[in-house]
Protein backbone atom coordinates (compact mmCIF):
# COMPACT_ATOMS: atom_id res chain seq x y z
CA UNK A 1 0.00 0.00 0.00
CA UNK A 2 1.18 3.72 -0.63
CA UNK A 3 0.24 6.33 1.97
CA UNK A 4 1.51 9.16 1.80
CA UNK A 5 3.55 10.26 4.68
CA UNK A 6 3.94 13.95 6.22
CA UNK A 7 7.35 13.19 7.64
CA UNK A 8 8.99 12.17 3.93
CA UNK A 9 6.16 14.36 2.24
CA UNK A 10 5.38 11.73 -0.38
CA UNK A 11 3.81 8.42 -1.25
CA UNK A 12 5.63 5.62 0.28
CA UNK A 13 5.00 1.96 0.77
CA UNK A 14 3.53 1.14 3.87
CA UNK A 15 5.65 -1.11 6.21
CA UNK A 16 6.15 -1.91 9.98
CA UNK A 17 8.70 -2.85 12.47
CA UNK A 18 7.37 -6.17 13.30
CA UNK A 19 5.75 -7.59 9.90
CA UNK A 20 1.78 -7.99 9.98
CA UNK A 21 1.53 -6.02 12.68
CA UNK A 22 0.60 -2.00 13.07
CA UNK A 23 0.99 -0.42 16.25
CA UNK A 24 -1.20 2.92 15.16
CA UNK A 25 -1.51 5.87 17.50
CA UNK A 26 -4.82 8.47 17.33
CA UNK A 27 -4.90 11.69 19.08
CA UNK A 28 -7.90 12.14 20.69
CA UNK A 29 -10.69 14.66 21.34
CA UNK A 30 -10.09 17.48 23.98
CA UNK A 31 -13.41 16.87 25.95
CA UNK A 32 -14.38 20.40 26.84
CA UNK A 33 -17.22 20.43 24.32
CA UNK A 34 -19.17 18.20 21.77
CA UNK A 35 -16.97 16.90 18.52
CA UNK A 36 -17.82 18.80 15.75
CA UNK A 37 -17.96 17.35 12.22
CA UNK A 38 -14.58 18.54 11.36
CA UNK A 39 -13.06 16.79 14.01
CA UNK A 40 -15.36 13.80 12.65
CA UNK A 41 -13.90 14.08 9.53
CA UNK A 42 -10.38 13.08 10.83
CA UNK A 43 -11.36 10.00 12.88
CA UNK A 44 -13.64 8.94 10.02
CA UNK A 45 -10.88 9.06 7.46
CA UNK A 46 -8.58 7.64 10.76
CA UNK A 47 -11.09 4.56 10.93
CA UNK A 48 -11.41 3.90 7.94
CA UNK A 49 -7.58 3.75 7.22
CA UNK A 50 -7.65 1.06 10.01
CA UNK A 51 -9.95 -1.03 8.85
CA UNK A 52 -8.26 -1.07 5.69
CA UNK A 53 -4.57 -2.28 7.36
CA UNK A 54 -7.13 -4.73 8.98
CA UNK A 55 -8.89 -5.92 5.67
CA UNK A 56 -5.26 -6.02 4.14
CA UNK A 57 -4.45 -8.79 6.78
CA UNK A 58 -2.49 -6.78 9.21
CA UNK A 59 -3.34 -7.19 13.23
CA UNK A 60 -3.95 -3.31 14.57
CA UNK A 61 -2.92 -2.08 17.80
CA UNK A 62 -4.47 1.37 18.12
CA UNK A 63 -4.38 3.38 20.45
CA UNK A 64 -6.33 6.92 21.76
CA UNK A 65 -5.89 9.40 24.19
CA UNK A 66 -8.48 11.78 25.60
CA UNK A 67 -7.09 15.31 26.46
CA UNK A 68 -8.89 16.06 29.97
CA UNK A 69 -5.91 17.97 31.10
CA UNK A 70 -3.30 20.54 29.67
CA UNK A 71 -4.55 21.28 26.04
CA UNK A 72 -4.70 25.36 26.60
CA UNK A 73 -6.39 27.74 24.67
CA UNK A 74 -3.56 28.37 22.50
CA UNK A 75 -1.87 25.14 21.34
CA UNK A 76 1.52 27.79 21.96
CA UNK A 77 1.17 27.36 26.31
CA UNK A 78 -0.84 30.47 26.44
CA UNK A 79 -4.18 30.90 27.66
CA UNK A 80 -6.12 29.20 30.25
CA UNK A 81 -6.80 25.32 30.30
CA UNK A 82 -9.91 24.28 27.70
CA UNK A 83 -11.34 21.90 30.06
CA UNK A 84 -11.62 24.96 32.84
CA UNK A 85 -13.67 27.18 29.90
CA UNK A 86 -15.43 24.19 29.53
CA UNK A 87 -16.38 23.88 33.59
CA UNK A 88 -16.52 27.47 33.57
CA UNK A 89 -18.71 27.61 30.59
CA UNK A 90 -21.70 25.42 32.23
CA UNK A 91 -20.71 25.64 35.66
CA UNK A 92 -20.12 21.94 36.32
CA UNK A 93 -16.41 20.12 37.46
CA UNK A 94 -13.66 19.65 35.12
CA UNK A 95 -14.49 15.78 36.01
CA UNK A 96 -18.06 16.08 35.15
CA UNK A 97 -17.66 18.11 31.84
CA UNK A 98 -14.59 15.47 31.03
CA UNK A 99 -17.02 12.47 31.52
CA UNK A 100 -19.96 14.00 30.07
CA UNK A 101 -18.03 14.99 26.44
CA UNK A 102 -15.94 11.62 26.31
CA UNK A 103 -19.72 9.77 26.14
CA UNK A 104 -20.70 12.08 23.82
CA UNK A 105 -17.76 11.69 21.55
CA UNK A 106 -18.26 7.65 21.46
CA UNK A 107 -21.93 8.34 21.10
CA UNK A 108 -20.96 10.93 17.63
CA UNK A 109 -18.44 7.64 17.15
CA UNK A 110 -21.23 4.85 17.12
CA UNK A 111 -23.61 7.00 15.05
CA UNK A 112 -20.60 7.24 12.06
CA UNK A 113 -19.46 3.54 12.53
CA UNK A 114 -16.24 5.19 13.73
CA UNK A 115 -14.84 1.52 15.43
CA UNK A 116 -13.74 2.57 19.24
CA UNK A 117 -9.96 1.84 19.60
CA UNK A 118 -8.15 -1.16 21.36
CA UNK A 119 -7.25 1.55 23.82
CA UNK A 120 -8.71 4.94 25.12
CA UNK A 121 -6.63 6.14 27.95
CA UNK A 122 -7.61 9.73 29.46
CA UNK A 123 -4.69 11.82 30.08
CA UNK A 124 -5.36 12.05 33.81
CA UNK A 125 -4.50 8.25 34.41
CA UNK A 126 -0.95 8.35 33.84
CA UNK A 127 0.45 11.45 35.78
CA UNK A 128 3.29 9.07 37.20
CA UNK A 129 4.37 8.34 33.40
CA UNK A 130 4.63 11.91 32.35
CA UNK A 131 6.61 12.79 35.41
CA UNK A 132 9.32 10.03 34.81
CA UNK A 133 9.76 10.93 31.56
CA UNK A 134 10.05 14.60 32.08
CA UNK A 135 12.53 13.71 34.79
CA UNK A 136 14.49 11.68 31.77
CA UNK A 137 14.44 14.77 29.66
CA UNK A 138 15.53 16.87 32.89
CA UNK A 139 18.48 14.36 33.34
CA UNK A 140 18.98 14.00 29.39
CA UNK A 141 19.69 18.10 29.28
CA UNK A 142 17.32 18.03 27.04
CA UNK A 143 14.56 20.02 29.16
CA UNK A 144 14.84 22.59 32.01
CA UNK A 145 13.11 24.66 35.20
CA UNK A 146 12.15 28.49 34.90
CA UNK A 147 9.77 30.32 36.72
CA UNK A 148 8.65 27.14 38.18
CA UNK A 149 7.78 25.54 35.35
CA UNK A 150 9.47 22.73 32.87
CA UNK A 151 10.35 23.91 29.65
CA UNK A 152 11.74 21.40 26.80
CA UNK A 153 14.59 22.86 25.08
CA UNK A 154 14.59 23.02 21.05
CA UNK A 155 17.89 24.23 20.39
CA UNK A 156 19.23 21.00 21.63
CA UNK A 157 17.76 18.70 19.10
CA UNK A 158 19.31 18.75 15.15
CA UNK A 159 15.92 19.56 13.72
CA UNK A 160 12.78 20.70 15.63
CA UNK A 161 10.67 21.61 12.55
CA UNK A 162 10.38 18.18 10.74
CA UNK A 163 6.97 19.06 8.75
CA UNK A 164 7.12 21.54 6.41
CA UNK A 165 4.51 20.95 3.97
CA UNK A 166 1.60 21.71 5.97
CA UNK A 167 0.70 25.63 4.92
CA UNK A 168 0.65 28.66 6.52
CA UNK A 169 -2.44 29.02 8.17
CA UNK A 170 -1.48 25.09 10.19
CA UNK A 171 1.81 26.55 10.70
CA UNK A 172 -0.17 29.88 12.52
CA UNK A 173 -1.65 28.21 14.62
CA UNK A 174 0.55 28.02 16.97
CA UNK A 175 1.54 31.20 17.58
CA UNK A 176 -1.33 33.72 16.17
CA UNK A 177 -3.19 33.46 20.17
CA UNK A 178 0.21 33.97 21.94
CA UNK A 179 0.22 37.67 22.49
CA UNK A 180 1.64 37.25 26.08
CA UNK A 181 5.43 36.19 25.54
CA UNK A 182 6.52 33.34 27.70
CA UNK A 183 9.79 35.19 29.38
CA UNK A 184 10.98 31.83 31.08
CA UNK A 185 11.53 30.19 27.73
CA UNK A 186 14.98 30.38 26.73
CA UNK A 187 14.03 29.72 22.68
CA UNK A 188 10.91 30.76 21.00
CA UNK A 189 10.13 27.38 20.06
CA UNK A 190 10.63 25.62 23.40
CA UNK A 191 6.87 24.28 25.11
CA UNK A 192 6.31 23.41 28.34
CA UNK A 193 6.55 19.81 29.74
CA UNK A 194 4.88 20.67 33.20
CA UNK A 195 2.58 23.60 34.51
CA UNK A 196 2.96 24.66 38.22
CA UNK A 197 0.74 27.51 39.90
CA UNK A 198 3.27 29.78 38.96
CA UNK A 199 1.46 29.77 35.03
CA UNK A 200 -2.01 29.68 36.31
CA UNK A 201 -3.37 29.67 40.03
CA UNK A 202 -6.86 28.90 38.74
CA UNK A 203 -6.35 25.38 37.32
CA UNK A 204 -8.58 22.80 38.35
CA UNK A 205 -6.83 19.73 38.58
CA UNK A 206 -3.28 19.58 40.32
CA UNK A 207 -0.77 16.42 40.76
CA UNK A 208 2.71 16.29 43.01
CA UNK A 209 5.68 16.18 41.23
CA UNK A 210 9.42 16.80 41.96
CA UNK A 211 9.08 20.75 40.37
CA UNK A 212 5.77 21.66 42.22
CA UNK A 213 2.27 21.05 42.23
CA UNK A 214 0.77 21.12 38.73
CA UNK A 215 -0.69 19.58 35.70
CA UNK A 216 0.93 18.35 32.48
CA UNK A 217 1.64 20.11 28.87
CA UNK A 218 -0.77 18.43 26.17
CA UNK A 219 2.03 17.06 23.85
CA UNK A 220 3.27 14.83 26.65
CA UNK A 221 0.36 13.16 27.13
CA UNK A 222 0.60 11.52 23.62
CA UNK A 223 3.86 10.77 23.80
CA UNK A 224 3.68 8.96 26.93
CA UNK A 225 0.05 7.20 26.32
CA UNK A 226 2.06 5.81 22.96
CA UNK A 227 5.34 4.54 24.93
CA UNK A 228 2.87 2.78 27.21
CA UNK A 229 0.53 0.95 25.15
CA UNK A 230 2.67 0.89 21.42
CA UNK A 231 5.97 0.40 22.90
CA UNK A 232 9.43 2.12 22.00
CA UNK A 233 8.13 1.94 18.45
CA UNK A 234 5.56 3.32 16.73
CA UNK A 235 4.41 2.80 13.25
CA UNK A 236 1.57 4.85 12.35
CA UNK A 237 0.22 8.23 13.78
CA UNK A 238 -2.64 9.89 12.94
CA UNK A 239 -4.30 13.39 13.75
CA UNK A 240 -5.78 16.53 11.98
CA UNK A 241 -3.34 18.54 9.60
CA UNK A 242 -3.89 21.52 12.30
CA UNK A 243 -1.93 18.77 15.01
CA UNK A 244 1.29 18.93 12.58
CA UNK A 245 2.78 21.81 14.25
CA UNK A 246 3.97 21.86 17.30
CA UNK A 247 1.86 19.50 18.77
CA UNK A 248 3.10 16.55 16.93
CA UNK A 249 6.28 18.67 16.02
CA UNK A 250 6.82 18.33 19.83
CA UNK A 251 5.74 15.04 20.66
CA UNK A 252 8.51 13.43 18.29
CA UNK A 253 10.90 15.71 19.99
CA UNK A 254 10.22 14.98 23.03
CA UNK A 255 9.52 10.86 22.26
CA UNK A 256 13.04 10.71 20.42
CA UNK A 257 15.11 12.77 22.64
CA UNK A 258 13.54 10.31 26.07
CA UNK A 259 14.29 7.15 23.88
CA UNK A 260 17.34 7.99 22.26
CA UNK A 261 15.93 6.31 18.97
CA UNK A 262 13.95 7.11 15.95
CA UNK A 263 10.13 6.79 17.18
CA UNK A 264 8.01 6.86 14.33
CA UNK A 265 8.00 6.69 10.96
CA UNK A 266 5.03 7.16 9.33
CA UNK A 267 2.75 10.53 10.08
CA UNK A 268 -0.71 10.29 8.66
CA UNK A 269 -2.67 13.72 8.71
CA UNK A 270 -6.18 14.63 7.82
CA UNK A 271 -6.78 17.73 6.00
CA UNK A 272 -9.76 20.17 7.34
CA UNK A 273 -13.52 20.12 7.21
CA UNK A 274 -13.91 24.11 6.23
CA UNK A 275 -17.01 26.24 5.79
CA UNK A 276 -16.97 28.92 3.92
CA UNK A 277 -15.31 31.46 6.70
CA UNK A 278 -12.05 28.61 7.13
CA UNK A 279 -11.74 25.85 9.22
CA UNK A 280 -14.24 24.44 11.38
CA UNK A 281 -13.22 24.84 15.16
CA UNK A 282 -14.69 24.38 18.89
CA UNK A 283 -12.94 27.44 19.71
CA UNK A 284 -14.95 29.87 17.37
CA UNK A 285 -18.12 28.57 18.95
CA UNK A 286 -19.98 28.01 15.48
CA UNK A 287 -19.62 24.25 14.64
CA UNK A 288 -21.77 21.54 13.10
CA UNK A 289 -22.53 18.18 15.79
CA UNK A 290 -23.90 15.05 14.80
CA UNK A 291 -26.84 15.64 16.80
CA UNK A 292 -27.57 18.79 14.83
CA UNK A 293 -27.50 16.72 11.08
CA UNK A 294 -29.95 14.37 12.98
CA UNK A 295 -32.01 17.01 14.29
CA UNK A 296 -32.28 18.35 10.47
CA UNK A 297 -33.25 14.84 9.28
CA UNK A 298 -29.79 13.73 7.80
CA UNK A 299 -28.92 10.07 8.71
CA UNK A 300 -25.42 10.51 9.88
CA UNK A 301 -24.04 7.57 7.56
CA UNK A 302 -24.37 10.62 4.77
CA UNK A 303 -21.90 12.64 6.40
CA UNK A 304 -20.09 9.66 6.04
CA UNK A 305 -20.34 9.09 2.61
CA UNK A 306 -19.59 12.57 2.02
CA UNK A 307 -16.21 12.20 3.75
CA UNK A 308 -15.60 9.07 1.73
CA UNK A 309 -16.23 10.71 -1.39
CA UNK A 310 -13.10 13.18 -1.26
CA UNK A 311 -9.56 12.89 -0.37
CA UNK A 312 -8.23 13.26 3.27
CA UNK A 313 -5.28 15.20 2.15
CA UNK A 314 -7.52 18.03 0.25
CA UNK A 315 -9.97 20.29 2.46
CA UNK A 316 -13.31 19.44 2.27
CA UNK A 317 -15.60 22.32 2.13
CA UNK A 318 -18.98 21.36 3.83
CA UNK A 319 -22.24 23.15 2.80
CA UNK A 320 -26.02 22.16 3.36
CA UNK A 321 -26.38 21.46 -0.50
CA UNK A 322 -23.08 19.33 -1.01
CA UNK A 323 -24.62 17.24 2.26
CA UNK A 324 -27.26 16.99 0.47
CA UNK A 325 -26.14 15.58 -2.67
CA UNK A 326 -24.43 12.85 -0.33
CA UNK A 327 -27.56 11.76 1.01
CA UNK A 328 -29.51 11.48 -2.19
CA UNK A 329 -26.48 9.29 -3.29
CA UNK A 330 -26.49 7.37 -0.29
CA UNK A 331 -30.24 6.67 -0.12
CA UNK A 332 -29.94 5.83 -4.18
CA UNK A 333 -26.97 3.36 -3.09
CA UNK A 334 -28.80 1.25 -0.20
CA UNK A 335 -32.21 1.07 -2.87
CA UNK A 336 -29.65 -0.46 -5.36
CA UNK A 337 -28.85 -2.81 -2.58
CA UNK A 338 -31.73 -3.33 -1.46
CA UNK A 339 -32.76 -4.29 -5.26
CA UNK A 340 -30.19 -6.86 -5.41
CA UNK A 341 -31.33 -10.96 -5.31
CA UNK A 342 -29.56 -13.24 -3.36
CA UNK A 343 -29.05 -15.69 -5.80
CA UNK A 344 -26.30 -17.79 -8.03
CA UNK A 345 -23.17 -19.40 -7.40
CA UNK A 346 -20.30 -17.30 -6.26
CA UNK A 347 -18.69 -16.23 -9.32
CA UNK A 348 -14.71 -15.83 -7.97
CA UNK A 349 -13.60 -14.69 -11.61
CA UNK A 350 -15.85 -11.70 -11.77
CA UNK A 351 -15.25 -10.96 -7.57
CA UNK A 352 -11.56 -11.11 -8.14
CA UNK A 353 -11.64 -8.29 -10.79
CA UNK A 354 -13.66 -6.42 -8.61
CA UNK A 355 -11.98 -6.65 -5.27
CA UNK A 356 -8.30 -5.65 -7.61
CA UNK A 357 -10.61 -2.21 -8.82
CA UNK A 358 -10.98 -1.81 -4.53
CA UNK A 359 -8.07 -2.94 -3.50
CA UNK A 360 -5.71 -0.21 -6.30
CA UNK A 361 -8.31 2.50 -5.06
CA UNK A 362 -7.61 2.24 -1.55
CA UNK A 363 -3.79 1.01 -1.88
CA UNK A 364 -3.54 4.51 -3.68
CA UNK A 365 -3.28 6.49 -0.37
CA UNK A 366 -6.38 6.14 0.64
CA UNK A 367 -8.39 6.79 -2.50
CA UNK A 368 -11.87 6.33 -0.44
CA UNK A 369 -13.59 8.40 -3.74
CA UNK A 370 -12.18 5.71 -6.03
CA UNK A 371 -13.09 2.97 -3.49
CA UNK A 372 -16.73 4.09 -3.45
CA UNK A 373 -16.68 3.63 -6.89
CA UNK A 374 -15.90 0.10 -6.77
CA UNK A 375 -18.96 -0.11 -4.80
CA UNK A 376 -21.02 1.08 -8.00
CA UNK A 377 -18.79 -1.26 -10.12
CA UNK A 378 -19.89 -3.97 -8.37
CA UNK A 379 -23.32 -2.86 -8.73
CA UNK A 380 -23.31 -2.42 -12.45
CA UNK A 381 -21.22 -5.59 -12.47
CA UNK A 382 -22.00 -8.52 -14.98
CA UNK A 383 -22.61 -10.78 -12.56
CA UNK A 384 -25.11 -12.39 -10.20
CA UNK A 385 -26.76 -11.19 -6.93
CA UNK A 386 -25.01 -13.01 -4.34
CA UNK A 387 -21.36 -12.24 -5.68
CA UNK A 388 -22.66 -8.79 -5.26
CA UNK A 389 -24.26 -8.93 -1.78
CA UNK A 390 -20.48 -10.85 -1.08
CA UNK A 391 -18.06 -8.17 -2.55
CA UNK A 392 -20.09 -5.18 -1.12
CA UNK A 393 -20.22 -6.64 2.57
CA UNK A 394 -16.53 -7.50 2.06
CA UNK A 395 -15.66 -3.83 0.71
CA UNK A 396 -18.47 -2.20 3.61
CA UNK A 397 -16.34 -3.93 6.27
CA UNK A 398 -13.53 -0.74 5.87
CA UNK A 399 -15.97 1.73 4.24
CA UNK A 400 -18.58 1.12 7.02
CA UNK A 401 -21.59 2.46 5.40
CA UNK A 402 -23.97 -0.09 7.15
CA UNK A 403 -25.35 -1.29 3.10
CA UNK A 404 -26.46 -4.30 3.76
CA UNK A 405 -28.61 -3.23 7.46
CA UNK A 406 -29.57 -0.35 5.60
CA UNK A 407 -30.94 -2.55 2.61
CA UNK A 408 -32.78 -4.52 4.91
CA UNK A 409 -34.46 -2.32 6.67
CA UNK A 410 -35.04 -0.55 3.40
CA UNK A 411 -36.90 -4.16 1.77
CA UNK A 412 -38.59 -4.66 4.62
CA UNK A 413 -40.31 -1.35 4.60
CA UNK A 414 -41.13 -1.23 0.64
CA UNK A 415 -44.55 -1.99 -0.25
CA UNK A 416 -44.34 -5.36 -1.63
CA UNK A 417 -46.09 -6.92 -4.68
CA UNK A 418 -46.61 -10.66 -5.58
CA UNK A 419 -43.51 -12.54 -5.57
CA UNK A 420 -41.95 -11.70 -2.50
CA UNK A 421 -43.30 -13.52 -0.04
CA UNK A 422 -45.50 -16.81 -0.95
CA UNK A 423 -47.32 -17.13 2.23
CA UNK A 424 -48.37 -13.81 2.23
CA UNK A 425 -48.76 -13.76 -1.32
CA UNK A 426 -51.35 -16.51 -0.91
CA UNK A 427 -53.15 -14.89 1.88
CA UNK A 428 -53.20 -11.68 -0.21
CA UNK A 429 -54.62 -13.41 -3.21
CA UNK A 430 -57.59 -15.67 -0.70
CA UNK A 431 -58.19 -11.51 0.52
CA UNK A 432 -59.00 -10.22 -3.45
CA UNK A 433 -61.12 -13.50 -4.43
CA UNK A 434 -62.81 -13.20 -0.99
CA UNK A 435 -63.41 -9.33 -2.29
CA UNK A 436 -64.19 -10.46 -5.86
CA UNK A 437 -66.77 -13.04 -4.04
CA UNK A 438 -68.53 -9.52 -1.95
CA UNK A 439 -67.17 -12.20 0.99
CA UNK A 440 -66.62 -9.12 3.04
CA UNK A 441 -66.27 -10.71 6.25
CA UNK A 442 -63.64 -13.18 5.12
CA UNK A 443 -62.05 -10.42 3.57
CA UNK A 444 -61.30 -8.43 7.08
CA UNK A 445 -60.78 -11.58 8.59
CA UNK A 446 -57.73 -11.93 6.37
CA UNK A 447 -56.62 -8.54 6.73
CA UNK A 448 -56.46 -8.71 10.48
CA UNK A 449 -54.60 -11.83 10.33
CA UNK A 450 -51.87 -10.33 8.11
CA UNK A 451 -51.82 -7.30 10.39
CA UNK A 452 -51.58 -8.98 13.56
CA UNK A 453 -48.17 -10.76 11.61
CA UNK A 454 -46.83 -6.64 11.29
CA UNK A 455 -48.27 -6.86 7.38
CA UNK A 456 -49.62 -3.75 6.06
CA UNK A 457 -52.20 -3.64 3.04
CA UNK A 458 -52.61 -1.02 0.27
CA UNK A 459 -55.16 -1.39 -1.85
CA UNK A 460 -53.97 0.00 -5.12
CA UNK A 461 -55.79 0.42 -8.57
CA UNK A 462 -53.15 -2.28 -10.20
CA UNK A 463 -53.77 -4.73 -7.37
CA UNK A 464 -52.93 -5.13 -3.59
CA UNK A 465 -49.16 -4.36 -2.34
CA UNK A 466 -48.05 -5.19 0.81
CA UNK A 467 -45.28 -4.21 3.81
CA UNK A 468 -44.17 -5.08 7.22
CA UNK A 469 -44.71 -2.28 9.52
P1 LIG B 1 -9.40 18.44 19.42
O1 LIG B 1 -10.63 17.87 20.03
O2 LIG B 1 -9.44 19.93 19.22
O3 LIG B 1 -8.15 18.02 20.20
O4 LIG B 1 -9.27 17.84 17.97
C1 LIG B 1 -9.52 16.48 17.68
C2 LIG B 1 -9.04 16.13 16.28
O5 LIG B 1 -9.79 16.84 15.28
C3 LIG B 1 -7.58 16.47 16.02
O6 LIG B 1 -6.99 15.38 15.29
C4 LIG B 1 -7.64 17.72 15.17
O7 LIG B 1 -6.51 17.85 14.37
C5 LIG B 1 -8.88 17.44 14.34
N1 LIG B 1 -9.55 18.63 13.78
C6 LIG B 1 -9.80 19.81 14.39
N2 LIG B 1 -10.50 20.65 13.56
C7 LIG B 1 -10.68 19.98 12.39
C8 LIG B 1 -11.34 20.28 11.14
N3 LIG B 1 -11.97 21.46 10.94
N4 LIG B 1 -11.33 19.34 10.17
C9 LIG B 1 -10.73 18.14 10.36
N5 LIG B 1 -10.11 17.79 11.52
C10 LIG B 1 -10.08 18.67 12.53
ZN1 LIG C 1 -1.53 13.93 20.35
Redesign the pocket.
Known amino acids: MLLYNSLTRSKNPFATHTPGRVEMY??????YHF??I??L???IMEDVLEKYLRYAGYDVNRVMNI?DVG?LASDADTGEDKMLKGAKRENKTVMDIARFYTDAFFSDCEKLRIKRPDVVEPATNRISDYIRIIQGLLDKGFAYPAGGNIYFDTSKLKQYYVFHDHDEEDLAVGVRDSVELDENKRNKADFVLWFTKSKFEDQALKWDSPWGVGYPGWHIECSAISLKYNGEYLDLH??????AFPHHTNEIAQSESYLGHPWCPHWFH?????TNSG????SKGEFLTVSLLEEKGYDPLAYRLFCLQSHYRKGLVFSWENLDNAAAAYQKLIARVAALQDEGELDSTAAGALRARFREAMDNDLNTSMGVTALYDVLKADTNGRTKLALLAEFDAVLSLDLLEKAAAARQAAPQSAGADPEIDALVAARTAAKQAKNWAEADRIRDELKARGIELTDTKEGTTWRRV
Not at 26 to 31: A, L, Q
Not at 270 to 274: E, G, I, S, Y
Open positions: TCGPTVAHGNRSYTHCGGIDNVHHLNKMSK
